[in-house]
């Protein structure tokens, strides 16, 4: 391989995403790039591929389900990985600065520098941002189901209110430092970090937030007094809520969860596992590019994570 094609980009489009025509576009538009469109089940052996070839950068154009796909097959090397958010939400590219404008994140992936950042794993499989057990899977069965229908946020405002209606109930044991809990619950949330449970940034980050694995366990047991709870945590914050009978809340490095269900969500995708789910933190498994102005990663150190909050 030249010099010249190692400073070239390997640069991954998956086709299916929204706006897979602007990323390519703008892919070619900025140069340096090698522009191809992969299916997201080629997806990881492809950039597995470009590794062992010597790519130093690669870049992946996609939603946040996509990205994190693409990080399993880079954690744990120094190949850097860029982002070009192309998805519904791009929870993981509003995290890092990185622009939702294509040429701009085309620019992006091609000057900026990259930091460490933090993810985790349940069974070997790599996420980035969150993970659940229980309604979730639920609503994004029944969200896919009416989408192509309906469209995104009809589908979403529907399978929200079936789930008011009715909502399933798991019984799950969940076992943090070597303490075993058992729960009947209809939610199990795993985040990579500590989250933000008020509004208007719900779901988002902590800014210098502790570090680990951010465990919430909803106790309620029916739809009313579940949306009761996630009112109250989105107004008083998680800290307030959990500090009731309602909700469980903890960080720590690693989780075991045994749901006795056979799906979960990562990062908004469903994925089949094993009944025993391992959850693991870790802390500065990619190297991903932001914006060349920001010099600091999402989290400042690497301390112990807090133990229950």
Not at 114 to 123: E, G, K, Q, S, Y
């Given at each position: 391989m030249t010099d010249d094609q190692r400073t070239r980009i390997p640069a991954f489009v998956n086709p299916l995403a929204g706006n897979a025509e602007a990323a390519r576009d703008a892919l070619r538009a900025a140069g340096g790039f090698d522009v191809v469109e992969v299916t997201p089940e080629s997806l990881t052996a492809r950039i597995r591929g470009a590794v062992a070839d010597g790519a130093r950068r690669i870049l992946v154009a996609g939603g946040d389900g996509t990205i994190a796909a693409a990080a399993g097959a880079v954690a744990g090397t120094q190949v850097e990985l860029a982002v070009l958010?192309?998805?519904?939400?791009?929870?993981?590219?509003?995290?890092?600065?990185?622009p939702l404008e294509a040429v701009e994140a085309a620019?992006?992936?091609?000057?900026?520098?990259?930091?460490?950042?933090?993810?985790?794993?349940?069974?070997?499989?790599?996420?980035?941002n969150t993970s659940s057990v229980g309604a979730y899977v639920t609503f994004v069965r029944l969200r896919e189901r009416l989408e192509r229908a309906l469209g995104y946020h009809a589908a979403s405002f529907i399978a929200a209110a079936r789930l008011f209606v009715h909502l399933p109930l798991s019984r799950v044991t969940v076992r943090a430092n070597d303490v075993s809990h058992e729960y009947l619950t209809p939610l199990v949330f795993i985040g990579v970090g500590e989250r933000e449970l008020r509004l208007p940034a719900l779901g988002a980050r902590v800014a210098g937030g502790r570090t680990g694995l951010h465990v919430m366990v909803v106790r309620r047991r029916s739809g009313a007094r579940t949306l009761a709870l996630g009112l109250a945590a989105a107004a008083r914050g998680v800290e307030a809520v959990a500090a009731t009978p309602a909700m469980d809340a903890f960080v720590v490095e690693s989780i075991r969860i045994e749901p006795h269900t056979h799906v979960v969500a990562l990062d908004g995708e469903l994925v089949g596992v094993s009944s025993m789910l391992e959850y693991r933190y870790l802390p500065g498994a990619l190297r991903v590019v932001v914006p060349s102005a920001r010099t600091e990663p999402h989290r400042d150190a690497y301390p112990e994570p807090a133990g229950r909050t």
């Open positions: 958010p192309v998805g519904t939400l791009n929870h993981l590219a509003k995290d890092l600065s990185i620019s992006v992936a091609r000057s900026g520098h990259a930091v460490p950042f933090d993810a985790a794993a349940v069974n070997d499989r790599i996420f980035l």
